[in-house]
């Protein structure tokens, strides 16, 4: 199938709380995204991980990448209203590199 | 400046009726896209074009055909529509050199067909 899978699908949290988003994906990749939506808007690029690489920190975000295990993580820490959004993950297809897979996407809700 | 822009923002058609929507993006890249996001928000690529050239070609009906009259522009034109055509259509680009690094989204249409 086309698509990667994330979890949890929705995920409602206190302000200050952080969030975890994972991410998973069936073929070999040469990196993964994140993007985010915010709603009726289009998607936002939040941060690319390398396949070399293991860990990678943009401000409140925290990516994590597991090739053996086939998933990635997006935490968000210190969490705020305004992160609330839908996130995606998009991982490239190592054997065509114009093509990105695209996960279901994990609806946050932040309350304040 | 907006990176990538797309109009109409909305467009609310009738059945059998042929509609156009066009995208343009000013960050010199050489490869676009168009996304169909459905009312799960499952995002499915359509068509990828690199240098004018179509490069990517899902399963999508042929009543959908994609022109990119140069590198900054990537239309997509429908022929008659369909109520289950109705949805929200993103155009994207970004720059692919050995592989593909972020993309940039357009703010979408949204088609309702009725």
């Known amino acids: 199938s086309q698509q990667g899978e994330e979890d949890p699908q929705a995920l409602s949290i206190q302000e200050g709380e952080n969030a975890t988003m994972n991410c998973s994906y069936k073929?070999?990749?040469?990196?993964l995204q994140w993007y985010r939506q915010n709603s009726g808007r289009g998607l936002v690029h939040l941060i690319l991980i390398r396949s070399n690489e293991r860990e990678k920190h943009s401000g409140r975000l925290r990516v994590t990448l597991d090739t053996s295990k086939k998933s990635s993580s997006l935490l968000i820490t210190a969490s705020r209203a305004a992160d609330t959004a839908s996130y995606f993950c998009a991982a490239l297809n190592a054997g065509n590199n114009r093509k990105l897979i695209w996960g279901l996407g994990t609806s946050l809700a932040v309350n304040p | 400046d907006t990176a990538v822009s797309q109009t109409p923002k909305y467009l609310v058609t009738q059945m059998g009726n042929d509609k156009s929507i066009k995208c343009e993006q000013n960050?010199?890249?050489?490869?676009m896209y168009w996304y169909k996001q459905d009312s799960k928000k499952f995002l499915k690529i359509m068509f990828s074009?690199?240098?004018?050239?179509?490069?990517i070609n899902e399963t999508v009906p042929n009543r959908f055909s994609p022109k990119s009259p140069d590198k900054a522009h990537l239309n997509l034109h429908i022929n008659s529509l369909e109520l289950g055509d109705s949805a929200v259509y993103f155009c994207?680009?970004?720059?692919?050199?050995?592989?593909?690094?972020?993309?940039?989204f357009g703010q979408g249409t949204r088609l309702t067909v009725v």
């Open positions: 074009y690199n240098n004018k050239e179509l490069i």
């Open positions: 960050l010199g890249h050489d490869t």
């Open positions: 994207a680009s970004s720059s692919t050199g050995g592989a593909v690094t972020e993309a940039f």
């Open positions: 073929t070999s990749i040469n990196n």
